[in-house]
């Protein structure tokens, strides 16, 4: 069974599989919580949207800095 979109063009955008669970898992929270405010009822599962949205370059992870105390 193919998977789309596939983990290695995921990979190319999000280099860490690590973090790319982490950046879907918060996109799908916040999915899930607009629609529930909205009193929207979703077709596909959040974290389907939120690959979807992933893959198409909707968004992406933005490293968090570090600064040196």
Known sequence: ???????????????????????????SRDIS???????????KKPVSIAIDQLAKGEFTAIPARHEAE
């Open 1 to 27: 069974m193919m998977l789309y979109p596939s983990m290695s063009s995921l990979l190319k955008r999000i280099d860490s599989r690590y973090l790319l669970v982490n950046v879907i898992a918060k996109r």
């Open 33 to 43: 919580e607009e629609a529930e405010q909205n009193d929207e009822h979703l077709e």
